[in-house]
């Protein structure tokens, strides 16, 4: 009996092992990827290497004069200041996160925020804990406003230059605006913006169409922050956003795309078929190859007990076996009253009335596909790769796993000294921790403190583990590594 047990759970571990996907589309999905920006970010994310160099000059002060000592220093100044990473490809000397188009124009791709690094290392699909949209677009409008000509993508073309100016000006006062901010790097205000955009066309996707919702704000949500979940863990799993509420489909993951600029969007469903396998297709990290990174394998072993103990039940059973992880996963939604995290993105981010209307519209096969309009909760990650994964929970409020674990050490406000550096004893992000947010004037500098204590930015919760023991806990943090 025992054995028939184990070849049907083995069954199943492998249905989950290996997402189903053809290398073939997933190798067609990561080219569109990386050659097509689907217009996340259309007008003022739109620039040229040239208008991309001219940006300093509404930096602030100091800043401008470090790079007058040094003017070789601007890539790098601009890399840190908005948080871009070095493409691991040709990628026609624009910074990852955009893509050159034939006339040279850069755009602002997926990868700006779906394209991180871990030590140093750019991973494809991982979370970029840098990205700062924030100052990004805070500084393109204010070039745009001052060199309305000079500083536009399309500087020889006076009505196009113009009417992009224009439309910044009308973009500042519109209700989209409001949703442009993010408080901290690394965890862009997107899900209201979704909501905003979406609400933005009629069921059919249609901008124009009709019947449509007269008050672009009918749903109601309110901007919050989030942390984006690396790719790698989205390919085992059948739900997608950090609520679990809807399903993992192409229509599904083409909603970032919807800008309300993007007549061509229902066009794009085949090559985002691709881009699904190509998502499926991502493996997580290993530890030990991405660093000489050491694991200890009798600690680890240890771990792996209480991991079972505390955690497996939410999170899923993994095993290794050659060399092969398999993972049997439960995908668990755990609510809020018992995990106790930050409310604001379930509640408000996105609301119940958007939910239905996303479930209603082309985007959910009108109500065909399976949604959950009201989640109540969070989604239990898959714990794939989780060492690479910092910050962590849904609003990346706790910058390490060992943060996670000793639920009273949790810094209440902190930023990170050097995102190269990885800390390999508490597994994350090298931080200073600090009372209060040092009164400063640029949103930027502002933005690199994470202040536990604004609007969505809470770090409670999730006190999973607790009856461990301090030496557990860290034989658990050592397990972790081996994920
Ligand atoms: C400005 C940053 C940003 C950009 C650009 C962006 N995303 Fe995301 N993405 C996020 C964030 C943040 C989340 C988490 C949302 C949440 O709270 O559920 C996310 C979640 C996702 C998820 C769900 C992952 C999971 O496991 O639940 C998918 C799939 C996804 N994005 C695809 C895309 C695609 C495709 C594009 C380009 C068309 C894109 N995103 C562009 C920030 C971004
Ligand atoms: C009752 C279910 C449950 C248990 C038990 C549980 N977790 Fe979680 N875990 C969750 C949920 C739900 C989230 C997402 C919470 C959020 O983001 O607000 C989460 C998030 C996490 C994250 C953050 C992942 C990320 O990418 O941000 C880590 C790491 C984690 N858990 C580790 C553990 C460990 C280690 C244990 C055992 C000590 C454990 N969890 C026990 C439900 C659980």
Redesign the pocket.
């Known amino acids: 009996m025992a054995s028939i047990l184990f070849v049907l759970l083995s069954f199943q571990v492998h249905a989950w092992e290996g997402p189903t996907y053809q290398a073939k589309k997933a190798q067609i999905g990561k080219r569109n990827l990386t050659h097509k920006a689907y217009s996340v970010s259309p007008g003022f994310y739109t620039l040229t290497e040239k208008t991309f160099n001219r940006l300093s000059k509404v930096w602030p002060r100091e800043l401008r004069k470090r790079l007058k000592r040094d003017p070789s220093k601007f890539r790098e100044l601009a890399y840190q200041r908005y948080g871009f990473l070095k493409a691991p490809y040709d990628n026609k000397g624009a910074p990852l996160g955009f893509v050159v188009k034939p006339d040279g124009r850069w755009e602002g791709s997926c990868f700006m925020c779906h394209a991180g690094s871990v030590g140093g290392k750019v991973i494809l699909g991982l979370g970029n804990n840098q990205i700062d949209i924030g100052t990004f677009t805070e500084d393109r409008i204010k070039q745009i406003k001052r060199y309305p000509i000079s500083s536009n993508a399309y500087p020889i073309n006076f009505p196009k230059a113009l009417s992009e100016s224009l439309m910044v000006r009308l973009y500042e006062r519109s209700y989209f605006s409001k949703y442009r901010h993010q408080l901290s790097k690394g965890t862009p205000n997107v899900v209201s913006g979704w909501s905003a955009i979406l609400g933005g066309r009629n069921i059919d996707m249609d901008p124009f169409g009709f019947p449509r919702s007269l008050k672009i704000n009918v749903f109601g949500s309110i901007p919050v922050d989030s942390?984006m979940?690396?790719w790698f863990?989205t390919s085992v799993k059948s739900r997608i956003w950090?609520d679990g509420f809807s399903p993992l489909t192409r229509r599904t993951i083409m909603s970032p795309a919807a800008a309300p600029l993007n007549p061509e969007f229902k066009k794009w469903e085949s090559e985002f078929d691709d881009v699904l396998h190509y998502i499926k297709s991502l493996k997580a990290p290993s530890y030990e190859n991405s660093f000489p990174g050491r694991i200890d394998w009798k600690m680890a072993k240890k771990g792996e007990d209480?991991?079972y103990q505390?955690?497996s039940?939410?999170?899923g059973d993994y095993e290794r076996v050659a060399g092969v992880m398999t993972l049997l996963f439960p995908e668990?939604?755990?609510p809020l009253s018992?995990?106790k995290?930050?409310p604001a993105r379930v509640r408000k981010g996105l609301t119940v009335s958007w939910r239905q209307f996303y479930q209603n519209s082309w985007l959910g096969n009108y109500g065909k596909d399976k949604f959950v309009v009201d989640p109540k909760?969070?989604?239990?990650?898959p714990?794939l790769g989780?060492w690479a994964?910092a910050?962590?929970?849904?609003?990346?409020s706790v910058p390490t796993?060992y943060h996670?674990?000793f639920e009273s050490e949790r810094p209440k406000i902190w930023k990170v000294t050097d995102y190269k550096k990885y800390d390999h004893k508490n597994m994350g992000l090298s931080f200073n921790k600090f009372l209060s947010v040092p009164i400063v004037y640029d949103n930027e500098m502002k933005r690199r403190f994470f202040d536990t204590t604004g609007h969505s930015k809470s770090n409670k919760?999730?006190s999973?583990?607790s009856e461990?023991s301090e030496q557990q806990k860290w034989e658990?943090l050592e397990y972790?590594k081996t994920l």
């Open positions: 942390d979940p690396a863990t950090v209480h991991f505390s955690c039940n939410c999170h668990e939604r755990i018992k995990l995290t930050d909760g969070y989604m239990a990650p714990l989780v994964t910050p962590y929970l849904h609003n990346g796993l996670l674990l919760g999730h999973f583990g461990l658990l972790l």
